[in-house]
């Protein structure tokens, strides 16, 4: 198992470095919200508006992400590295509820290029290689979440500031950055201009965006909002909040982990299947929750659902749709899926603002209840163009 996880660790280290480096910046966004939010001075509605700035981004970031590799080649993911860490130099300028939707929609275009690109070469490298890949290098994005989430929550707790937090968090993307250079050429399979012409199989590119869409908005309302919900909901102290996207991350991490072999040994559709019911009673919980330790358990639970759905799924689109279809297939449905990310929080902040958190995480526990259907009517084998 340990030469296993070696072997795979090796293989993708570009990729694997660049996703630990996309949740250093989303650990520490997540659980610097509650000092964004009040420095900025919005209201749950106004700043859940704001996060559709990344949605937007991410959008363009994904779709233009196949051309933008071809140019790049080799050294697309330490470019992309340099600009996210002047990215996550943006919140430092949302001083004003109408700050929030451009510094998140250059966030977004940043982060969002350099997350699409490492999994279009993970998924290139499983193929290549012959390895399941897609969960070890996710479980990579979920620790450094996790443990920047812990950090940060420490940095606040002794009095520092965003001006210090964040060029201080943008260092260690810096580091995790340079190594992200590749040994050879990144040669994406296929030209998109043909994979146009010829038509993507997009009934099962939809089935697996709803997929990543539900994961993401169950995910990223835990990491936007949980910090929040504990401070202010259930009297956590200020700092404590983080504990909240921290049990995500580190959670997501160990249960990315095992689903490297799990994956293998059930097989993509059960282990998705699955986990969209774990998520989704992790989700109910929450919405419960009399306690800071019931809430904790609730996103746990939540983690252990979300954790392996996006890795998978995209796994499973690489392996339903032909090789020159590939890089095409998984821009378009993360391009789809990610919405999710950004504007599954900003519609928990209406309905925060409308109806309590409570009842915001209940309505997204509805959502995730989606993947089981989704994954019920994939197709067995290989998809046809159309």
Not at 88 to 98: I, R, V, Y
């Amino acid at each position: 198992m340990a030469e296993s996880l070696l072997r795979a660790m090796s293989v993708s280290r570009a990729p694997f470095m660049a996703l630990g480096g996309t949740g250093v910046i989303w650990g520490t966004f997540a659980a610097m919200v509650p000092v964004i939010k009040q420095q900025s001075g919005a209201s749950d509605a106004l700043f859940g508006t704001g996060l559709l700035g990344s949605a937007a981004g991410g959008m363009l970031a994904m779709y233009l992400a196949p051309r933008f590799n071809r140019w790049l080649g080799r050294i697309a993911l330490p470019v992309l590295a340099a600009l996210s860490v002047l990215a996550l130099q943006l919140p430092l300028l949302a001083q004003t509820p109408g700050a929030i939707l451009p510094v998140m929609l250059g966030l977004g275009v940043a982060v969002a290029s350099f997350d699409i690109s490492a999994n279009l070469r993970i998924s290139a490298l499983e193929t290549r290689h012959g390895l399941h890949l897609m969960n070890l290098n996710h479980a990579m994005f979920s620790l450094s979440f996790g443990i920047a989430s812990l950090v940060v929550a420490g940095l606040r707790h002794t009095g520092l500031g965003p001006g210090q937090i964040f060029p201080l968090m943008g260092f260690v993307v810096a580091l995790m950055g340079a190594v992200t250079l590749e040994r050879r050429a990144f040669t994406p399979e296929g030209d998109e201009a043909n994979v146009v012409a010829q038509g993507l199989p997009w009934g099962t590119v939809l089935l697996i965006a709803v997929m990543m869409f539900v994961s993401f908005v169950g995910e990223n309302t835990v990491e936007s909002w949980s910090a929040l919900f504990l401070e202010r909901e259930l009297g956590a102290a200020p700092g404590h909040g983080g504990f909240g996207p921290a049990m995500l991350g580190l959670t997501m991490a160990a249960f990315r982990l095992a689903g490297q072999f799990t994956t293998q040994a059930l097989g993509e559709r059960r282990v998705i299947l699955w986990s969209g019911v774990i998520g989704m009673l992790g989700a109910l919980v929450l919405s419960q929750a009399p306690t800071q330790a019931v809430a904790l358990i609730g996103i746990a639970l939540m983690a252990v659902g979300m954790s392996v759905i996006v890795p998978t799924a995209t796994s499973l689109l690489g392996h339903l749709v032909s090789p020159g279809q590939r890089d095409l297939a998984i821009s378009r449905a993360w391009m789809l899926g990610f919405v999710g990310f950004f504007a599954g929080p900003s519609t928990i902040g209406f309905l925060s603002e409308q109806f309590g958190l409570r009842v915001a995480f209940l309505a997204v526990a509805g959502l995730i209840a989606l993947i089981v259907p989704a994954v019920l009517r994939l197709p067995a084998g290989k998809t046809q163009p159309g």
